[in-house]
């Protein structure tokens, strides 16, 4: 087989033949180098990284495509773009957009044919110092030469990008055959030499193993500046947002990747992050300058200094990050906690150095271990993987064993010291290990201590009344720092918050509509009641009378926000076991609040019963005032349930057009006759106003209102002026009737011969207006008939003139 090869294929067994002897070469260079020269074995633990921009439409102008969703499409077909070299992984920069919420698209392809999915990335920003840089992470993409990519944003977001770059990066040396064999013999003389490229296994110790830059391939010329140092008070934890495609063995790529891309392309000092893990569980050393060390990185914009940053390398939107990440990480944060001496699940406070999410100068207070979007305006770590962070400290803290160092609780979290008896003072209960000295000290919104405690031992209970020097405290949120550890290196462990409250919820505001008549008419049925809690609390709402008891409870304790409610009452009140009718006079809606805190509190909202007025009607409900003798004037109606001074007021809109004064009328029904005049004695046009009665008894005063139309409108009927029709067929005849102020006409017509003789008639009745109807007529002989209709609308009035139909029958 040897021979065979050999011959049918002389310049691969050439090329075989040149590897070879290359390879043996530098087995003997790295041999000798580590004796002779540090150079060699520099190039043997720096593998290159290639780096291509590309600019999409050769300007760099990115449209940005409207979308309600990540996964919308951009509207216009994406440029493909060649990189002119395989790369593995890819990132896209740009100037800072005006608007915020872009997420860039993208896929790749090894033949400019076939497409990988598309990947997705949310547009940061983020920056060494003062410098905003807005860019994607990069993307581990596979292998590729053709690149697409798009941007889509929802609403608020930029119309275009601008110097868009997009990074086509390969740190795998798998370009080309040439890189290929430079980087097989790099590996093999690594090898020998001692050097690993692969994440070596996690350590079963409280310190992890850490895979060094030099192991990963970091090339140092690549580095801007010399790291700069802060005492560590914190930790972020971040995702690369980089995808989850990747082998154990694209580790050290990948960090070699997001090296090159995070110095060369975005031109920060050096890779972002002080630590990162991938999903495998090995753990990379990040920035340069100590792993012990306060390193300042480049991972959180505004709080770079004084916090350490770890990033799992992958994207954890919708999968939360694999069990042997989590667990690498915290044995990590364990590790570089312990080595500041911070608690995993304290707080600390940071002052922000540069305005994203807070503005430049504001002290924010943190908890030790952080997820990135608690700083910045990002989703980092992902949606799946921040809800793991409390359940994360919990373990951090359980590796450090702090969990045996220092606890705080409460007995309460609200402390009311109003001297009611409830919730009037509260208890914190500190534990701590045997001989380990704590403090504790109560603080206000503005971090002036109020109080404060101190001893040593393994528990105590501290009873705090709500006073500081005596004197009662405001009303607030107070917190509560645990330190210990040793008298002249205390450390707060523990932090609870405590929330003093005194003051009884309000009502922001309460309404009532101020009487009602439960009478059965119909209006002014109910009672209705607005009210809005100003802040969140429990509300029962009943009705009292006017000694103040509770007749009737319209609801028990509910829960409620600080938002508009609303209620009804049916004029019923609880009378043993059955709802009876309230008697008509005056009550109050009870409105009754109370808070988490035991403060209660009672507003009571009038509320009048009053049936001495109902049941208003027009009869006719539509009159015609035009002096023919029909329907010229309406009698609108009433019912009086004890004597009242009524007055009847006909209104257009909020214009009085004529006002009845009845006087003093006795208990029954009674009417007020309309003639259809103003006050001024002219006669009203056509409309639909409404008649209001007030009536002021004993009771006090309340009004009904009733519908009426005035229609002086005559009726239009429209038919067709002639038709065909054959002796004994059905014919349809249709029409149409107009009248604006009227809903309905009554409609009849007849149907005479050329000689003027009645040969048929109908009354349809009455018909909607406004329609196209029709009659049937079945015509016996030949000959020429007229088709006469006349209509009358609900006012009396009849049609301006006849319309008819010429029917000829053959």
């Known amino acids: 087989m040897t021979g065979s090869f050999t011959t049918r294929h002389p310049r691969l067994a050439r090329v075989l033949a040149g590897t070879l002897l290359a390879l043996a070469l530098l087995l003997v260079a790295v041999w000798v180098a580590p004796r002779a020269s540090g150079g060699a074995a520099a190039w043997i633990s720096t593998p290159s990284v290639r780096l ?49 919420g872009v997420t860039i698209r993208l896929r790749t392809s090894l033949d400019g044919s076939g497409w990988s999915p598309w990947f997705e990335a949310p547009l940061e920003l983020a920056g060494e110092g003062t410098e905003v840089t807005a860019y994607t992470d990069p993307v581990w993409t596979g292998q590729a030469r053709y690149a697409q990519v798009e941007a889509v944003a929802g609403g608020g977001g930029p119309s275009a990008l601008t110097s868009v770059r997009l990074v086509a990066i390969d740190p795998t040396e798998d370009g080309s055959v040439a890189a290929r064999l430079t980087s097989t013999a790099r590996r093999l003389a690594a090898t020998v030499a001692g050097v690993t490229f692969d994440a070596p296994a996690l350590a079963a110790s409280s310190a992890p193993v850490i895979v060094t830059r030099a192991q990963w391939g970091a090339d140092e010329s690549l580095r801007n500046a010399a790291p700069s140092y802060s005492p560590v008070k914190m930790a972020f934890v971040h995702h690369t947002a980089s995808g989850n495609l990747y082998t154990p063995e694209d580790g050290p790529a990948l960090m070699r990747g997001i090296y090159a891309y995070h110095t060369e392309s975005l031109h920060w000092n050096d890779i972002a992050y002080n630590f990162l893990v991938d999903r495998y569980g090995a753990v990379y050393e990040g920035r340069y300058g100590g792993m012990t060390r306060g390193v300042v990185g480049a991972h959180v914009y505004g709080f770079n200094t004084g916090s350490t940053g770890i990033s799992v390398i992958g994207t954890f939107t919708d999968e939360a990050p694999p069990a042997k990440a989590v667990a690498a990480l915290e044995r990590l944060l364990a590790w570089k906690l312990g080595v500041h001496r911070l608690s995993p699940t304290g707080t600390a406070l940071l002052t922000c150095g540069a305005t994203d999410k807070y503005r430049k100068g504001t002290t924010v207070k943190f908890p030790v271990i952080a997820g990135h979007r608690q700083a910045n305006s990002t989703e980092c770590p992902g949606s799946s993987f921040y809800p793991l962070l409390p359940s994360m400290r919990t373990a951090v803290a359980w590796r450090m064993g702090a969990a045996a160092i220092a606890s705080l609780t409460t007995s309460t979290p609200l402390v009311s010291p109003n001297g009611d008896g409830v919730l009037d003072s509260v208890t914190l209960n500190v534990g701590v290990t045997e001989g380990i000295s704590w403090g504790l000290t109560l603080r206000d919104a503005g971090g002036d201590a109020v109080a404060s405690w101190s001893g040593e031992g393994t528990s105590e209970k501290v009873v705090w009344d709500g006073t500081s020097g005596g004197s009662t405290v405001a009303d607030g949120a107070y917190t509560a720092d645990l330190a210990a550890g040793p008298a002249d290196a205390h450390t707060v462990m523990e932090t609870v918050t405590i929330t003093v409250d005194t003051s009884a919820p309000r009502l922001s505001k309460a309404a009532s509509q101020g009487w009602f008549s439960p009478n059965g008419d119909g209006r002014a049925e109910t009672a209705a009641l607005a009210y809005t809690p ?224 009645v040969v048929a008639s109908g009354h349809p009745g009455w018909q909607p207006t406004g329609k196209a109807r029709a009659i049937k007529w079945r015509p016996k002989a030949r000959g020429i008939y007229t088709v006469t209709y006349r209509t009358r609308d609900l006012g009396g009035n009849t049609q301006v003139a006849p319309a008819g139909t010429v029917v000829t029958v053959r």
């Not at 990540?70 to 608007?99: K, Q, W």
């Not at 009698?635 to 209104?651: E, P």
């Open 52 to 100: 291509h921009a590309l600019a999409p439409g050769g300007d760099g102008l990115l449209a940005v495509a409207a979308s309600t969703s990540i996964a919308g499409r951009a509207a216009s077909r994406p440029e493909t773009l060649d990189a002119g070299m395989r790369f593995t992984m890819a990132g896209v920069t740009c100037d800072v957009p005006d608007g915020s």
């Open 534 to 757: 100003a802040e969140a609390c429990s509300v029962r709402v009943g009705i009292m009378d006017t000694d103040g008891r509770v007749i009737r409870w319209l609801h028990g304790w509910k829960a409620r926000e600080a938002r508009s409610y609303s209620l009804k009452w049916d004029g019923r009140i609880r009378s043993g076991s059955s709802l009876v009718p309230a008697a008509d006079g005056l009550y109050r809606f009870d409105v009754e609040r109370r808070d988490s805190a035991g403060n209660t509190a009672r507003q009571g909202i009038k509320i009048t019963v009053d049936r001495t007025l109902g049941f208003p009607s027009a009869a006719p409900g539509t009159f015609s005032p035009d002096g023919d003798g029909v329907r010229d004037t309406t009698a609108l109606r009433f019912k009086l349930t004890r004597t009242a001074t009524v007055i009847v007021r006909v209104l257009d809109g909020a214009t009085v057009v004529s006002t009845l004064s009845l006087g003093t009328l006795a208990a029954g029904r009674h009417s007020a006759t309309w003639d259809g005049t103003a006050g001024s004695g002219d006669f009203v046009a056509s409309s639909r106003p409404v008649f209001t009665v007030t009536a002021e008894s004993t009771s006090g005063e309340s009004s009904v209102s009733g519908a009426l139309t005035v229609d002086l409108y005559r009726p239009r009927l429209y038919a067709a002026g002639g038709k065909i029709a054959a002796a004994g067929a059905s014919t349809r005849l249709t029409y149409k009737v107009v009248d604006p102020f009227s809903a309905k006409v009554d409609v009849r017509y007849v149907v005479r011969n050329a000689k003027g003789r």
